[in-house]
T-cell receptor, first 116, second 114 residues
Framework: EAEVAQSPRYKITEKSQAVAFWCDPI?????LYWYRQILGQGPELLVQ????????DSQLPKDRFSAERLKGVDSTLKIQPAELGDSAMYLC??????????????FGPGTRLTVT | GQNIDQPTEMTATEGAIVQINCTYQ??????LFWYQQHAGEAPTFLSY????GLEEKGRFSSFLSRSKGYSYLLLKELQMKDSASYLC?????FGAGNNRKLIWGLGTSLAVNP
């Protein structure tokens, strides 16, 4: 069964350092999402791609976060510099498209980030 | 604005039935999802409702009333493995074109006791 791949699974970094996460969606999925989830809360959408284009990054802290999906397939999320408050689970998800019947999102295992 | 409310925690007994409610306020409504999330794991899809009524899938059922901005997830014949967080998420249109995104609730942590 096809899965969303993410790496690394765990990352510990010191504040002010740079950190990057990678996501490979299910083959053929046009829409890719990056979420941040703090323990005990629901996922918060950071950025949404349709193919290689950003369709929503309204909640992305653009002074320190950046995301790209250059060829419309895999994607990278970067934080520079990392802050203590960035400690969270970073989830990547993908869906076939944005139409009602193709909108089910499939999640990767996530990257748990700890900033010290 | 967009708002989703669901209870923070619930407890139930193995073999029983539990109903988890979700109320929402949103513009451009385009369906409601329920996801299950076990501790330390990613969310997994349970159900999707876009029309009013009940959708049944095995031990799990989901109900939607668009006029009331209300949904519930019904879990029957509870098992210990059902202990998890249950997330309600509403899909809504935004911007121009066919763009849609999910607004997520905070989740309901369900504990199933023997």
């Amino acid at each position: 069964e096809a899965e969303v791949a993410q790496s690394p699974r765990y990352k510990i970094t010191e504040k002010s350092q740079a950190v990057a996460f990678w996501c490979d969606p299910i083959s053929g999925h046009a829409t890719l999402y990056w979420y941040r989830q703090i323990l005990g809360q629901g996922p918060e959408l950071l950025v949404q791609f349709q193919d290689e284009s950003v369709v929503d990054d309204s909640q992305l802290p653009k002074d320190r976060f950046s995301a790209e999906r250059l060829k419309g397939v895999d994607s990278t999320l970067k934080i520079q510099p990392a802050e203590l408050g960035d400690s969270a689970m970073y989830l990547c998800a993908s869906s076939l498209g944005q139409g009602a019947l193709t909108y089910e999102q499939y999640f990767g295992p996530g990257t748990r980030l700890t900033v010290t | 604005g967009q708002n989703i409310d669901q209870p923070t925690e619930m407890t139930a007994t193995e073999g029983a039935i539990v109903q988890i409610n979700c109320t929402y306020q949103t513009s451009g409504f385009n369906g409601l999802f329920w996801y299950q999330q076990h501790a330390g794991e990613a969310p997994t899809f349970l159900s999707y409702n876009v029309l009013d009524g009940l959708e049944e899938k095995g031990r799990f059922s989901s109900f939607l009333s668009r006029s009331k901005g209300y949904s519930y997830l019904l879990l029957k014949e509870l098992q210990m493995k059902d202990s998890a967080s249950y997330l309600c998420a509403v899909s809504h249109h935004f911007g121009a074109g066919n763009n849609r995104k999910l607004i997520w609730g905070l989740g309901t942590s369900l504990a199933v006791n023997p």
